[in-house]
């Protein structure tokens, strides 16, 4: 009777840091962690935008100095990672909702729409991050 309620599996009492850091996640992991954080981060800096975008449109003279305080560098590479988080949570919440509609389920499938949205959200913030400085 032991035998059948006995476990084969490991014990991990005392994991080091380095077996939590090195472990490798699959693509469909990593993206669900990225498209929380990219949500987390769009929901924190929302109210922020919204005071900006209102105080833009409160004068011209506000309008102005917005759109001078854009030539900074260190702006411009806010705006380029709160674009890269409004492109993969868009990107990744079309896989989600593709996966609400039982399409994809499979972990081969579920791995290459993983790639399909890095194929898609990279390219699209890269463009973005271009423009924003001036390549085109």
Same mark, same amino acid.
């Given at each position: 009777? &032991?035998?059948l309620? +006995?476990?084969?599996?490991?014990?991990? !009492?005392? /994991?080091? =840091?380095? #077996?939590? =850091?090195?472990?490798?996640?699959?693509?469909?992991?990593?993206? &669900?962690?990225?498209?929380?954080?990219?949500? %987390?981060?769009?929901?924190?800096?929302?109210? @922020?935008? /919204?005071?900006?975008?209102? #105080?833009?449109?409160?004068?011209?003279?506000?309008? $102005?100095?917005? #759109?001078?305080?854009?030539?900074?560098?260190?702006? +411009? *590479?806010?705006? =380029?990672? /709160?674009?890269?988080?409004? /492109?993969?949570? @868009?990107?990744?919440?079309?896989?989600?909702?593709?996966?609400? $509609?039982?399409?994809?389920?499979? +972990?081969? !499938?579920? !791995?290459?729409? $993983? *790639? $399909?949205? @890095?194929?898609?959200?990279?390219?699209? %913030?890269?463009?973005?991050?271009?423009k924003?400085?001036?390549a085109?």
């Amino acid at each position: 009777m &032991s035998d059948l309620t +006995k476990d084969d599996r490991p014990i991990y !009492r005392n /994991l080091h =840091v380095s #077996q939590i =850091v090195g472990y490798r996640l699959p693509a469909a992991g990593l993206i &669900s962690i990225l498209h929380r954080i990219s949500g %987390a981060g769009l929901f924190l800096f929302l109210p @922020f935008l /919204l005071y900006l975008f209102h #105080q833009s449109l409160t004068s011209e003279l506000s309008y $102005a100095i917005f #759109q001078s305080l854009l030539h900074a560098w260190y702006v +411009k *590479i806010i705006l =380029v990672g /709160l674009s890269w988080a409004y /492109l993969h949570h @868009f990107c990744a919440g079309i896989r989600h909702l593709f996966m609400d $509609a039982h399409m994809g389920l499979s +972990k081969e !499938r579920g !791995r290459q729409s $993983a *790639i $399909a949205v @890095f194929a898609v959200s990279l390219p699209l %913030a890269v463009l973005v991050a271009l423009k924003l400085f001036g390549a085109f």
